[in-house]
């Protein structure tokens, strides 16, 4: 299927999603949701498919935010909706079975950086800027962005960004830890590439249990998460995929994953 405010290339393993409406800095509507939600349940559903990258068309923004425009028609029924879709679209990207890489090549400003904190880990141009303005609108984040960024960063760090509104460039969010490496501008999606193929290459038995295994864990005390840790380490040893990766080892050999459970 086709859509018109987003694009999804599938190479090999790899899935690119980009957010394309480059006139309005990709700025996220509703029709812009309807099709992020298809979209990442065909990802979920296609085995071939290992690692998502998310990034956005053109050459100045990842995400400039919530279509202001077609915020301000919308009643405050309407807008408390909205923001439950964003919410509910963004924890999808979050739940996915696989690891998703934001590519940041601009501005990732209010529902751009709450898109980009949904992924496992961010990558950024050194032209990147992040941050939730919405305060400067008279609004709050409300694409997760309070709930993420202050997991990420910590409360103050989160408090200060949330309610200045000021946004920060790419070095100031490498050291508040919001992202994982900056990269010059023009081999951003090269220096994502060679990360995606890496995690491709990985067993995605192991690589999914370590995602959810984090995941489920950051949502509870360190105890239940340790067990929780427990029960994916005893599914994963007796996958094939462990049978191959110790195997390989002891043969000194490359591993060659399947991805298989049995
Ligand atoms: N919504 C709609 N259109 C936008 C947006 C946006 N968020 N951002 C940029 N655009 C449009 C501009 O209107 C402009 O359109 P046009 O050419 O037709 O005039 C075009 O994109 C280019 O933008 P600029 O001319 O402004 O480009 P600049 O380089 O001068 O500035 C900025 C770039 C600094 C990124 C600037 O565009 C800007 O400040 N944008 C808004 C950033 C912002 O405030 N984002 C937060 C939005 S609110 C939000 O995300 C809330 C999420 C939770 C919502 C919950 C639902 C209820």
């Given at each position: 299927m086709s859509f018109e405010n987003i694009i999804l290339e599938v190479k090999g393993p790899v899935a690119t999603l980009l957010f394309n409406r480059p006139k309005a800095l990709n700025a996220l509507n509703n029709a812009l949701f309807d099709e992020l939600n298809l979209a990442l349940d065909q990802i979920r559903e296609n085995k071939e498919i290992r690692v998502l990258v998310l990034t956005g068309a053109g050459d100045k923004a990842f995400v400039a935010g919530a279509d202001i425009a077609e915020l301000v028609k919308m009643n405050p029924l309407e807008a408390k909706s909205f923001s439950r879709k964003g919410q509910k679209v963004f924890s999808k990207i979050e739940d996915l079975p696989i690891p998703a890489i934001a590519a940041v090549n601009g501005f990732a400003l209010?529902?751009?950086?709450?898109?980009?904190?949904?992924?496992d880990f961010i990558y950024a141009s050194d032209k990147a800027v992040f941050g939730l303005p919405e305060i400067t609108l008279g609004i709050i984040p409300g694409f997760g962005g309070t709930q993420r960024l202050a997991r990420l960063v910590g409360a103050n760090r989160a408090r200060e960004l949330v309610f200045t509104g000021k946004t920060i460039k790419a070095a100031e969010a490498l050291a508040y830890g919001i992202v994982n490496k900056v990269c010059e501008h023009d081999t951003l999606m090269e220096e994502v590439m060679k990360t995606a193929e890496l995690l491709a290459s990985r067993g995605s038995v192991a690589l999914r249990a370590a995602k959810e295994v984090i995941?489920?864990?950051l949502k509870t005390d360190l105890e239940t998460g340790c067990r929780i840790e427990n029960d994916a380490f005893?599914?994963?040893?007796?996958?094939?995929?462990?049978?191959?990766?110790?195997?390989?080892?002891?043969?000194?050999?490359k591993p060659v994953f399947k991805g298989k459970l049995y």
């Open positions: 209010g529902g751009g950086s709450e898109a980009a904190m949904a992924c995941l489920n864990g005893g599914l994963t040893m007796v996958s094939e995929d462990a049978k191959e990766g110790t195997g390989a080892f002891l043969e000194k050999r």
